[in-house]
């Protein structure tokens, strides 16, 4: 299986070491890097500038959100970096969540479903090249079409999600589905959705791709390893929104998510890592020495439907600890 790695957001002192965070990846053999875009750097001007300074690794987006951009200008974007790639672009898109979207964007958090879905339909027609005309529920689109040529090949847009509905759209609608903080045995539930969703779209699931993105830290120090994915695991479950929560909640530990959540919220920032167990932190990531950790990384990719595995890693993991677990991860 091939492997892919997520850059990191944090822990980036520049562009430049983003790039080169990229060039070791290649070099490395992994498959492709992926950048998301939350409120740091935008991944647009990220991924032209590593699409230049690389040749051979794939490049996306995991993900931009529907709701910062129009879903023309993302397909004008999707149509721009498959060229400045020389055909190396994949495009992920997702709704984020409300505390990015409306805190930071202003924007309002409404029906994210079908706002999703829409802007993967525009932005397929707008990258075929042909003129778009979309009557939705948010956008109205009536004639216009790319006026360079279409890129060749079209780069696949896929879509991410953790609930059930958003991974059957994935399943509906969108070349890929993005998996992420999902528990073995909700990620298999969830692969049931997407194989639904593209059964009432009469499609083909195996053609769908699956990309799960593992939390990983792979040190000398188990200790240090464990805590740094602890700790990121409590941050998205308590402080990010109700999305991690409920998805953990889903796949069976609806108190420890609740605990998490309400010792997040009531700032006991300490007690919510805790509370978060071994068990539980191994169904969720990789985390231990290079080792384990491999072993670990191979049992997830063993799973029956995932296509890809994707290294990431903590938000406060160090560059040199980055670095460490990106080349004791590699292919």
């Not at 990229?22 to 998301?36: F, I, Q, S």
């Not at 049992?299 to 160090?318: E, L, M, N, Y």
Request: glycine share 8%; charged share 25%.
């Amino acid at each position: 299986m091939a492997r892919e790695v997520f850059l990191p957001v944090a822990a980036q002192p520049s562009v430049d070491a983003l790039c080169e965070q990229a060039e070791r990846a290649e070099g490395l053999g992994y498959d492709r890097v992926w950048l998301p875009e939350t409120w740091g750097r935008d991944a647009v001007t990220v991924l032209t500038s590593i699409a230049h300074r690389t040749s051979e690794i794939g490049i996306g987006t995991s993900i931009l959100p529907v709701y910062s951009r129009s879903p023309a200008l993302i397909g004008q974007t999707a149509a721009t970096l498959q060229e400045v790639s020389d055909g190396r672009f994949r495009l992920g898109l997702g709704p984020s969540g409300p505390i990015v979207v409306e805190n930071w964007h202003g924007v309002d958090y409404g029906n994210p479903l079908r706002r999703t879905r829409e802007t993967v339909e525009v932005v397929k027609r707008v990258l075929s090249g042909e003129a778009v005309s979309y009557d939705g529920e948010y956008f109205d689109l009536a004639g216009f079409r790319l006026r360079c040529e279409p890129p060749e090949p079209r780069p696949p847009v896929d879509a991410a999600g953790m609930g059930p509905k958003s991974v059957e759209l994935a399943g509906r609608f969108a070349d890929g589905w993005h998996a992420l903080l999902l528990t073995r045995d909700g990620l298999r539930d969830r692969l049931d959705d997407l194989r639904r969703g593209a059964d009432l779209a009469g499609r083909d699931p195996d053609e769908i791709r699956v990309t799960l993105s593992l939390t990983c830290a792979a040190l000398d120090d188990p200790d240090r390893a464990r805590e740094s994915v602890r700790q990121h695991l409590a941050f998205y479950v308590g402080g990010m929104g109700t999305f991690y929560r409920d998805s953990l909640a889903r796949s069976g530990h609806e108190a420890t998510a609740n605990e998490v959540y309400d010792r997040w919220q009531a700032g006991d920032r300490e007690a919510a890592t805790a509370a978060i167990d071994d068990d539980l932190l191994d169904s969720l990531a990789v985390a231990g020495t290079p080792e384990t950790a491999r072993d670990r990384l191979e049992s997830f990719a063993a799973i029956d439907g995932v296509d890809r595995v994707a290294v990431s890693f903590p938000r406060d993991a160090s560059l040199a600890e980055i670095e460490a677990t990106m080349t004791a991860l590699a292919p």
